[in-house]
T-cell receptor
């Protein structure tokens, strides 16, 4: 089945450690996105990529890094520089033009203790 | 940059009553607008989208939305709420030129039996 897979679903890390969240899609979509979700804040864009080997900062990129070496994969690293990393992280992909919908993964809940 | 505004973070509705969720957009050009639904600890699922083909858009689960350019609005409605409609709903807009997808802060819908 085509879709987006985020792993793991739950992730616990100690403060000061970097952690990488996985996002894989088999929809052959060019664009991929990372969002952070906090209660009452909606979805805030961290990074997005429109093609392989290219990505742009979103609204809250500080403390995060990404790579896009393959079309199918867009991993997100939460670095120790991110001051408040505990959140729900959502990955999405989008094919076609600006009128096409994004497809979302099931999310990763990261807790930093 | 295009953006959307959703007012009233929590919306309570009685079972069988009208569901009305408001979304206003800011855009100087015809926008591409979307409504998504999110169930607890899951990703987002598309309810419907506006792409200028018709001002009244029908979506899944009995939801529909009407695009009103004069009011810069794209409100979501459902004539009769069901318990299964309890979820969080997000309005989103595509940002022209960079393919960003920007979300509102969401409405948490509670259905009262």
């Amino acid at each position: 089945d085509g879709g987006i897979t985020q792993s793991p679903k739950y992730l616990f890390r100690k403060e000061g450690q970097n952690v990488t969240l996985s996002c894989e899609q088999n929809l052959n979509h060019d664009a991929m996105y990372w969002y952070r979700q906090d209660p009452g804040q909606g979805l805030r864009l961290i990074y997005y990529s429109q093609i392989v080997n290219d990505f742009q900062k979103g609204d809250i990129a500080e403390g995060y890094s990404v790579s896009r070496e393959k079309k199918e994969s867009f991993p997100l690293t939460v670095t120790s520089a991110q001051k408040n990393p505990t959140a729900f992280y959502l990955c999405a992909s989008r094919g076609g033009g600006m009128n096409t919908e994004a497809f979302f993964g099931q999310g990763t809940r990261l807790t930093v203790v | 940059a295009q953006s959307v505004t959703q007012l009233g973070s929590h919306v309570s509705v009685s079972e069988g009553a009208l569901v009305l969720l408001r979304c206003n957009y800011s855009s100087s050009v015809p926008p591409y607008l979307f409504w998504y639904v999110q169930y607890p600890n899951q990703g987002l699922q598309l309810l419907l989208k506006y792409t200028s083909a018709a001002t009244l858009v029908k979506g899944i689960n009995g939801f529909e939305a009407e695009f009103k350019k004069s009011e810069t609005s794209f409100h979501l409605t459902k004539p009769s709420a069901h318990m299964s409609d309890a979820a969080e709903y997000f309005c989103a807009v595509t940002d022209y030129g960079n393919n960003r997808l920007a979300f509102g802060k969401g409405n948490q819908v509670v259905v009262i039996p």
